[in-house]
């Protein structure tokens, strides 16, 4: 039986300065994480029958799920454009912008659009690779984009285009 996955899709290379911060904190965290890992590894390998030994079977599989983080962090970090400059034109949407919307049920949402790296950093992330994000780029106030997947059909209506680490109500 073989371990073969299938590859990831390929996302996009962007990310900001306090995504890749975030990506460096962990690499380094899961480096002083595995040093652990290793240590509970060895005091478990020691006990004797490695078949029947439940601490060694789990070390060992928590070893491999970080050795395979550390492996993916250390291929993709490199490849990553930290983009920290902000658009000339910031009446329209592009990468890095918090934008409010209003959705067709009159409800306000706040996005921001990230890397596909660092979209899972906070709740108001969005990739730049999902549908929302590509249909609101190059977007100015008041635009409407409408978005549309298998159940349902959703429009949305820009009000507010910023650039910077936070969001700033008026």
Do not use: P
């Given at each position: 039986m073989s371990r073969w996955k299938a590859p990831r899709p390929k996302s996009s290379p962007y990310i900001t300065p306090t995504g890749y911060q975030h990506l460096e904190q962990e690499l380094k965290n899961l480096w002083l994480k595995r040093k652990?890992?290793?240590?509970?590894?060895?005091?478990?390998?020691?006990?004797?029958?490695?078949?029947?030994?439940?601490?060694?079977?789990?070390?060992?599989?928590?070893?491999?799920?970080?050795?395979?983080?550390?492996?993916f962090l250390q291929k993709r970090m490199p490849s990553l454009n930290i983009i920290s400059a902000k658009p000339a034109d910031q009446d329209r949407i592009f990468f890095s912008a918090w934008v409010l919307l209003e959705n067709d049920k009159g409800d306000d949402l706040l996005y921001r659009i990230v890397g596909a790296d660092e979209f899972g950093m906070d709740k108001r992330y969005i990739s730049l690779d999902s549908p929302l994000a590509q249909a609101l780029l190059k977007k100015t106030f008041d635009d409407q984009v409408q978005i549309h997947n298998e159940v349902q059909k959703t429009q949305y209506t820009v009000f507010d285009i910023q650039y910077g680490p936070e969001f700033i109500a008026d």
């Open positions: 652990d890992v290793v240590s509970a590894l060895s005091a478990a390998a020691a006990e004797g029958d490695r078949s029947e030994n439940a601490e060694y079977i789990y070390r060992k599989k928590e070893l491999r799920g970080i050795d395979s983080r550390i492996h």
